[in-house]
């Protein structure tokens, strides 16, 4: 059985330890609202750019729309970008996103096809690199330009330059997508080709005419396409993020004042155990004077 120090000493840590997750909570609930508002703000302008290339693409000439558009005709090798996170303390975040970029790899390997990976975020990079460190091309850090389009068009550049190069055919995206706190989507999209919506969703054909014609236009918005896509990724996974952890370190710390209650009874319930047992022999050593 523990000593009366040892509880005392362990009662003591897990309450410092409780102070740390009630912290970190009310700093991600903090950050999360900032998160929050800046994919709500994304959103609109995301889908409506959805909606213009998704149009273009239905009225442009097939043999001149541009390659990352129609893509190469080819589906042998995949470059995937999975988004996740620098920090730890998320809960199931990380996890769940590099859980669904897994079964995707899986599933492409038994079709014998080619996988290469870029790993946004430093966490989701260790967990992969343990079962496919070969195949990883990449792993950028978020520490330096943040959850932006600044980040976003760096990854973007070098996703469209190693497609220009002929180093894929196929590019897919994962990410979570942000609902609420207490729930957050893993997503796969698949970035190159670019992906087109259904055509109940497109805008209607007969409202516009466009100047230049329509491939020109696609030439030009699909690398920007990529770029916001990207941004769309990491302002979500932001979001997602900020709930998640926000979500665990809650959950931490009602598990903390938990613990302590059980602790203190078990301390408390140790020390009347030594006050009896003390009680106990100074009255048998009065008797047997």
């Known amino acids: 059985m523990a000593s009366l120090k040892d509880l005392r000493t362990r009662i003591a840590s897990i309450k410092a330890t409780q102070k740390i997750t009630k912290a970190m909570q009310m700093v991600a609930a903090a950050k999360l609202r900032r998160a929050q508002q800046a994919v709500e703000a994304s959103r609109p302008f995301i889908e409506r750019l959805t909606q213009v290339i998704g149009h273009l693409s239905a009225v442009a000439n097939e043999i001149e729309a541009p390659k990352l558009l129609k893509g190469t005709g080819f589906d042998k090798t995949h470059l995937l970008l999975v988004c996740t996170s620098d920090r730890g303390l998320g809960g199931s975040f990380t996890s769940a996103i590099v859980r669904m970029a897994r079964q995707h790899i899986t599933e492409l390997l038994k079709q014998e096809k080619t ?167 100074i009255i048998s050593g009065a008797d047997a004077l």
Do not use: H, W
């Not at 919506?197 to 690398?223: K, N, V």
């Open 115 to 281: 996988v290469k990976i870029i790993c946004v975020g430093r966490k989701g990079a260790e967990q992969l690199r343990r079962l496919y460190g070969d195949m990883i091309l990449d792993t950028v850090e978020m520490k330096e330009l943040g959850a932006g389009f600044d980040l976003a068009k760096v990854i973007g550049e070098r996703v469209t330059d190693l497609f220009d190069a002929g180093e894929f055919d196929v590019a897919t995206l994962f990410y979570s997508q942000f609902k609420s706190v207490i729930s957050q989507i893993p997503t796969v999209f698949q970035l190159i080709p670019a992906q087109v919506p259904p055509a109940s969703e497109q805008m209607p054909p007969t409202l516009y005419s466009y100047e230049p014609d329509e491939p020109r236009i696609l030439e030009a918005l699909l690398p920007r396409n990529v770029n916001v896509q990207i941004m769309r990724a990491l302002l979500e996974n932001a979001a997602s993020e900020q709930g998640a952890r926000m979500s665990a370190m809650d959950n931490a710390t009602r598990n903390a004042g938990e613990i302590i209650r059980r602790q203190t009874l078990l301390y408390n319930r140790t020390r009347q155990g030594i006050i009896t047992k003390e009680l106990i022999e």
